[in-house]
């Protein structure tokens, strides 16, 4: 047990989350993380969509991946992500039905999310099962962080909920305040995800100076 | 007439995919550094939509669609798998014919080529065309036959065009401002495609 957590694979889980997120530093997977924010709940089904099938796809690639002719690896990834969303996308549409119709075709679109096959090229074909599992894991879910964060200011902002609960209070508006409608559109995202990425870099470039 | 000419210029200033849709961002980020490849790319993601949205639409309206193959059996949850099926043959053949017919573009597009395949530009317009088949067909966007997919395909990918151009174009002037450190690059890029964005939403209004 203790072999399964050893240092290595801790790195690999935990790295994503600041030092080598997918969306900041790597700039993967930028599409859909823009396009489901407008609100928390969609950011939050979105982002553990795409933990479970990164994380899952990088078990089975590396399950396979001394069988696989090198010159249709591309495909054969695909065919495997596209049966696991496909899979993924149905019991969306079973279990959380409002929610997938929110998402709409950003669900399909996880196929080509850059992530995936960003972790499936760079790490599930030449690693073992279970750091692959770690490391689709840790991508998945720095991925859904950014998406949280983004979505939560969005819908704080925009709508002044958060989870469909009102958090700005009713004495707030009746002394003024008004919700920022803007934050709903799409051009916002792409400026606060912009925002995101500046704030992130100004305090990793403090931390290496130190 | 009067709607393939309405679904053309929508997808192209109201629906784009860039601006509205945010759809091939990461390719978008990484090539437009100047005009003259962005422009490559564009036209190459133009051809690729041309072709694929089109098949797409024959597939899932005679072979997925409610009733089509076997009576009562609706297949159309098999559409992921055969639409990117699809996109990844084509790709690969369009790459061939350019690679034999017109070597200088070939080598001009490089690494981009083969990496339309994965573009969510292309899974996204079958992905939406497969949604519009169904909508109300007074609605604007509605696409009832090859015809208007043709036009939404070219429309997404000229649109797609027009984006990765003026975002070049923006960036190789922007080499020569005094951008904050931490901003630089991909910060102070995603900023200026908000700002693109919030001007392209004038024309959501756009009639005819």
Redesign the interface.
Known sequence: MSKLFSKENKEVLVNPFNLDNPVLVQVLGICSSLAVTSQLKPAIVMGLAVAVITAFSNVIISLIRKTIPNRIRIIVQLVVVAALVTIVSQILKAFAYDVSVQLSVYVGLIITNCILMGRLEAFAMMNKPWPSFLDGLGNGLGYALILVVVGAVRELLGRGTLLGLTIIPQSAYDAGYINNGMMTMPAMALILVGCVIWIHRAYFYKEKEN | MEHLISLFFRSIFVDNMI????????SF??VSKNVKTSLGLGLAVTFVLLVTVPVDYLLQVYVLGPDCLIEGVDLS?????LF??VI?GMTQLVEMAVEKYSPSLYAALGIFL?LI????A???AS??MQ?RINLDPSNTQYIGNVWDAIAYAVGSGLGWTLAIVSMGAIREKMQYSDV????QG??????T???M??AM?CFSGLKF
């Open positions: 601006f509205a849709f945010f759809l091939g961002m990461c980020l990484a949850y098999l559409s992921f798998i990117i099926a990844a083969p395949a994965v573009n969510c292309i899974m996204g992905l939406f949604q904050p450190k931490p901003l991909l910060g102070i890029t995603f900023i495609v908000g700002l964005a919030m939403m």
